[in-house]
């Protein structure tokens, strides 16, 4: 078990994955199941607390990334696990409500290894419990009595309103001549770094903390958002599904712009050429998709994938050095970010 000991403020806690989990899945849990019943029951599916007839269910769950990161966060500003555990339930909320949403605006019907929401509740219930889980998370900021609740709930808000920015603006990116990295990493820095700020940003706000701390803070979360979502890009292509929990070369199926196929394209040789020409073609064959991936790694898309994983991880730790957190929180955030980038226990 990993422990915080932030003696300068007396602060001790926990940050084993089974503490974090025993903290926010009871708040989780009893939230979810108070909505009107049959939003209740698709939210308890999605979140694994029950399978599709409602009965209890130890299916996975997920990580508790974010719950992880604003614990430890908390500690390093000083509070203590319960002082943001409304929080971190809440966020985890919200990012559950995106996930219903994305799998079915991508056709994903795995989530976590079992059916996705929409695949067993159908499409309009399941948009419904991803508006609930939204509702939800932000009414439970609203309804905090803590301290810095506006500005944190202006956070969480802020934050929501990204994600979907994001989202919106992933449907309309086409390939061509005007899409880049630079395009990529505004999509990912909304969709996918928006709510490792709030994570990290949050505990900061409730301690009262200088404009500095929390302008590290979202330094942190930004380049670790860039560096998660581009090694799950590689992991969508040569990923092991009993991993990831989805099916592997997803994007390339939907023929979704991920990073490594971007840097793959934009390389001169006559692999990237012969990429292209594939990428524009309506193969769907298990045979297309393993050319497609083969060319990537030929052109060198999942290399220079790899390296700017590696180099936004980098930038992450050194914002996260500028946060004045306490030592021992700074070592647990360190270790955690790596966990969370990789995809290790």
């Known amino acids: 078990m990993s422990a915080l000991d932030t003696s300068s403020t007396g602060v001790h806690t926990s940050l084993s994955p089974k503490a974090v989990r025993d903290a926010v899945w009871p708040v989780m849990r009893e939230q979810a ?61 919200l990012h559950n409500s995106t996930l219903i949403h994305d799998d079915i605006i991508d056709g994903d019907e795995l989530r976590r290894g079992r059916p996705a929401a929409w695949k067993v509740f159908g499409i309009g219930p399941a948009i419904l419990a991803g508006d609930a889980l939204q509702a939800l998370g932000l009414r439970m900021v609203v309804d905090d009595p803590g301290p810095g609740r506006a500005e944190v709930l202006s956070v969480f808000a802020e934050a929501l309103a990204l994600v979907l920015a994001g989202q919106a603006r992933e449907l309309t990116v086409r390939l061509g001549p005007g899409t880049g990295v630079a395009e990529y990493d505004r999509i990912v820095t909304e969709k996918t770094s928006a709510l490792l700020q709030c994570a990290l940003v949050t505990p900061a706000l409730r301690a009262g903390s200088p404009q500095r701390v929390l302008d590290a803070l979202r330094g942190a979360g930004r380049h670790l958002g860039l560096a998660f979502q581009i090694l799950n890009d590689v992991e969508d292509i040569w990923g092991d599904p009993s991993v990831t929990g989805k099916p592997v070369r997803s994007d390339l199926l939907r023929r979704n712009p991920s990073l490594p196929v971007l ?43 790899e390296q700017l994983s590696r180099g936004h991880l980098d930038s992450a730790l050194d914002y996260l050095g500028r946060a004045e957190l306490s030592p021992a929180a700074s070592a647990e955030l360190t270790a955690l970010f790596d966990r969370i980038v990789h995809r290790t226990p």
């Open 263 to 305: 840097a793959a394209l934009s390389a001169d040789q006559p692999a990237a050429e012969r990429l292209r020409r594939l990428w524009h073609a309506d193969g769907t064959t298990a045979a297309h998709l393993q050319e497609m991936a083969d060319l990537v790694t030929e052109s060198g898309g999942r290399h220079t994938a």
């Open 33 to 93: 199941s108070a909505l009107e019943p049959t939003l209740a029951r698709i939210c308890s599916y999605h979140l694994g607390f029950a399978d599709e007839h409602g009965d209890p269910s130890s299916a996975p769950s997920g990580k508790l990334t974010r719950s992880a990161l604003m614990t430890a966060a908390a500690a390093g500003v000083g509070l203590r696990p319960q002082d943001v555990r409304c929080q971190a339930a809440a966020l985890e909320l």
